[in-house]
């Protein structure tokens, strides 16, 4: 069975730091690219960062705050999170799209989120 954990939630104040991790599992063939959604209650899921290939991409709300890396094996993504401000707070979701099957095409996964909430 193919999944994405999460862990690094939390409450921290204003000004605080977080480390989201994300660790997939399961018969994996490719995983890419891998990163981070936030969803705020009632707000749209958005992208936070992705990364693709050694590519990142973020959100310009969270560029020179948030820090996206994979390690070498490929199967784990943080999100270092500096800065922290109350709109900031959100249910955080790892994603990544992955082969699973080398008859299939690559599909996207989901990991359960996680809470962060920045408080003022």
């Known amino acids: 069975q193919v999944q994405l954990v999460e862990s690094g939630g939390g409450l921290v104040q204003v000004g605080g730091s977080l480390r989201l991790s994300c660790a997939a599992s399961?018969?994996?063939?490719?995983?890419?690219?891998m990163g981070w959604y936030r969803q705020a209650p009632e707000k749209r899921r958005e992208l936070v960062a992705e990364?693709?290939?050694?590519?990142?991409t973020y959100a310009d709300s969270v560029k020179g705050r948030f820090t996206i890396s994979r390690d070498n094996a490929g199967k784990s993504v943080s999100l270092q999170m500096n800065s922290l401000k109350p709109e900031d707070t959100a249910l955080y979701y790892c994603?990544?799209?992955?082969?699973?099957?080398?008859?299939?095409?690559?599909?996207?996964?989901w990991g359960q989120g996680t809470q962060v909430t920045v408080s003022s």
């Open positions: 994603y990544a799209k992955m082969v699973t099957d080398w008859r299939t095409p690559p599909r996207d996964y």
């Open positions: 399961g018969n994996i063939f490719n995983i890419n690219p």
């Open positions: 990364i693709s290939s050694g590519r990142t």
